[in-house]
């Protein structure tokens, strides 16, 4: 027990080292209560990893009615609910629904011959399955900005840097579908609260934003399957749905590292067994299904790839997008064997 006390301690004081500042001065200031705070610790580290991350926890206890204050009033709060808080995080998992990864997904598909059929794993509520239904507002080094999909109810702020160039179409999507262990439905009113939930203390603007897509997705609701991807058949099924007449493009935007090491093993064979293309935004150390190895220095946010050939560095909830290279910022995809549809 005193090894998973101590690893707690240690997420925790990353997490408000790393992860939390420049987005989230609370979180910030309550994980690094935790890394101080063995008791509290000792209580999280009743759940499992994947259930006693700071966001997850942090946001279950807003959900429960901890106030939005300093640390001692927020363990307080921990201490005097402790068996309800374990048992919701228990139920409970990271479902970061940002619409603002659509930007990095409509630069990756500006590479993909349409009509697409998209299907999203860990699509939680969907709202990046609507890259058509957004507008987007691109803003250059040089001060300009040029928009894409003017007139829409989502406005989404994305920053070019360097030589990135500006996409100049919207996908046309035929067909959105997702698969998630426990998709939430944007017209339902507990999980709407619980995806906006989720949105960090701080984060101006972020919430509005995802009310606003949520309302995008609940007037159209996609097809959401409660599965675990990385099982046999699961997703092959969902793929049989899509048109035939479709680009099928699969998608993974910031789910795999939710994933245990071996289901994303499973998931990213299955993904690459399928007559699909693969788009997805990773940090370029988290797994090696890269079809060149990216360079192990000089990395700023995520990995964007289309078939495993990385073509962009981005931020990972999209709000910017850097070419990697001149070659990559002209480069055509390259599809995989059986494709259906190529660029």
Known sequence: ?????????????????????????????????VARDRDIAALLARLDPPHRQPPLVFAVTRLLGAEEGDYDRWAAFVRSHADLVVAECAARSVQTNEPGRCAPLVYALQRVRGPIALLEVGA????????????YRFRGDDGSVRELGAGAPVVLECALRGNTPVPTILPEVVW???????????????????????VWPGESGRAARIDAALDVAAADPPLLVAADASAPRVLEALAAQAPPEATLVVTTPGVLPHVPRAARERLIAIIRSLDARWITLDAPALHDAWTRPPEPVGWDGFALALDGDIIAAADPLGAWIAARTAQDSGARGVPPGGARSSS
């Open 1 to 33: 027990m005193d090894s998973e006390v101590a690893a707690v301690r240690e997420r925790y004081a990353r997490f408000a080292r790393d992860e939390a500042p420049g987005r989230s001065a609370l979180y910030a200031e309550w994980a690094a209560g």
């Open 124 to 135: 939680s509520a969907g709202l990046c399955l609507y890259p058509d239904r957004y507008a």
């Open 176 to 198: 959105r579908a997702g698969v998630d262990p426990a998709p939430r439905h944007p017209t339902r009113p507990d999980d709407r609260a619980w995806i906006r939930g989720l």
